[in-house]
């Protein structure tokens, strides 16, 4: 087939000017070309929009932590099922299509089973969470039943009952003190070793998965996350502060740890962020990878601690 724009211009017995040439008078204009329009990532990474979102988080973590309980379940339980969404919306990119809707509602339940009725209330919430998934997708299309199923189970457990361990957490003596230093050594884990690595990263840790992090960011996030740990236990709990630095060296394995995972996922489902929905940020996901390892790793440690 011959290509349309080397034909003969009909009625004038010319063609189009090339590149390089003067347009032959009475010759059709050259079309301009069509520009590439690219979505941009985490909201443009715009710093005052960041810091604006920040704000509000925190604002709103603290009013919940000290001051009004359900405002903590309700933040946890809109977090995870937005993080379920944004799981699943991601996963689509692979061809697993998960049914958003018993899943979302799911993953909004599980936090807030274990806020009104602590672990019996989780794992009954995860029962039946997943039977609904599961009758809802039998209901549906069978192409596909298995991987849709196991992508909703990836993304309940994964987002909905890690966060839930969270209002675990804060149940137990002196809990919403926890919950915060939890919170504070993940995201000083984050913030030192983002500094340390923009400065002197210079040796990646895992290059086919984040080729960004490097060894000496993990340093950083290592010294971070001791400094911040024994911090809060002297000054808000009122622990050793060998304690704090124990803690601190275990979160931030284990934020580091969920740093990596939803790296490796966004890597293989070929994906820069989870969402946009936090101007600055990126999405739900994004914010809270670290956290949702962080928060098992740190319930696991104050159990321990009060045994000794």
Not at 17 to 22: E, F, I
Not at 51 to 69: D, K, M, W
Request: aromatic content about 6%; glycine content about 14%.
């Amino acid at each position: 087939m011959s290509d349309p724009s080397r034909a003969p211009h009909r009625g004038t017995g010319t063609s189009p000017a090339s590149p390089g040439q003067a347009p032959v008078p009475g010759a059709p204009a050259a079309p301009e070309p069509a520009r590439r329009h690219t979505a941009p990532s985490r909201a443009g990474r715009n710093l005052p929009a960041a810091v604006g979102v920040a704000a509000v988080l925190i604002g709103t973590l603290l009013v919940g932590l000290f001051l009004q309980p359900l405002v903590l379940a309700l933040l946890a339980g809109v977090a995870s099922g937005i993080g379920v969404w944004e799981v699943g919306r991601s996963l689509r990119f692979r061809g697993i299509h998960i049914p958003r809707v018993p899943a979302v509602a799911a993953g909004m339940l599980m936090p807030l089973a274990a806020f009104a009725g602590e672990g019996e209330a989780l794992m009954m919430a995860v029962i039946v969470g997943l039977t609904l998934v599961i009758v809802w997708r039998a209901l549906g299309r069978r192409e596909g039943m298995i991987l849709s199923v196991m992508g909703s189970v990836f993304a309940l457990v994964w987002v909905g009952f890690l966060l839930s361990i969270a209002l675990l957490l804060y149940h137990t003596e002196g809990g919403p003190l926890k919950v915060l230093t939890v919170i504070l050594v993940a995201v000083g884990s984050d913030t030192f070793g983002y500094a340390v690595g923009v400065v002197w990263g210079r040796h990646p840790m895992a290059p086919r998965i984040s080729p960004k992090k490097s060894w000496e960011g993990f340093a950083g996030s290592l010294g971070g996350s001791v400094l911040v740990g024994v911090l809060c236990a002297v000054l808000l709990l009122d622990h050793a502060w060998w304690e704090g630095a124990v803690l601190g060296l275990v979160l931030v394995c284990a934020a580091t740890l969920g740093d990596f995972s939803e790296s490796m996922v966004k890597r293989e489902l070929g994906i820069k962020d989870m969402g946009t929905l936090l101007p600055g940020h990126g999405g739900v996901m994004d914010r809270i990878d670290s956290i949702l390892f962080a928060v098992p790793a740190g319930y696991l440690l104050f159990a321990l601690f009060a045994a000794v």
